[in-house]
């Protein structure tokens, strides 16, 4: 107890009536008034995550179309690689078998047509001579 008499622990009282000169506005009691505040920036914030969360989808959206656009090309990439790989191929190929063909032409005309210079006719030895 203090010394009016009155106990010490004024938890019991309300806020307002501990504030004691504390000016009312229109609202009536400033606590009426805190709230309307605080629902207001509730209701701000609120209203920014909307905007913050439209705004990532807007980016989501604009970087999967250029994912998509970037896998197009990649792949048009790749298949040009293989078609170009694939004509590269076949000229080498084409130009493998007709070294080959040539290769075999000559071997074939050269067992053909009798030699010039070789073989030369085996000389007879004395002995075989005189028989």
Excluded: C
């Excluded at 009312?24 to 505040?37: F, H, I, N, T």
């Excluded at 040009?80 to 004509?87: I, Q, R, S, V, Y």
């Excluded at 191929?89 to 290769?103: E, L």
């Amino acid at each position: 107890m203090n010394d009016a008499g009155k106990p010490m622990n004024d938890h019991g009282k309300h806020a307002s009536d501990l504030a004691g000169g504390v000016a009312r506005g229109a609202d009536g009691d400033p606590y009426v008034r805190l709230e309307k505040d605080v629902t207001a920036v509730k209701t701000e914030i609120g209203r920014l995550a909307d905007q913050i969360a439209d705004a990532v989808n807007a980016l989501g959206a604009i970087a999967q179309s250029e994912t998509r656009r970037g896998w197009r090309s990649a792949r048009a990439n790749v298949d040009a690689l293989a078609a170009n790989a694939t004509e590269r191929t076949g000229a080498a190929k084409n130009a493998m078998t007709a070294a080959a063909q040539d290769t075999a032409s000559s071997i074939g005309d050269t067992l053909a047509t009798p030699s010039r210079k070789g073989p030369w006719p085996r000389s007879r030895s004395p002995w075989e001579s005189a028989f």
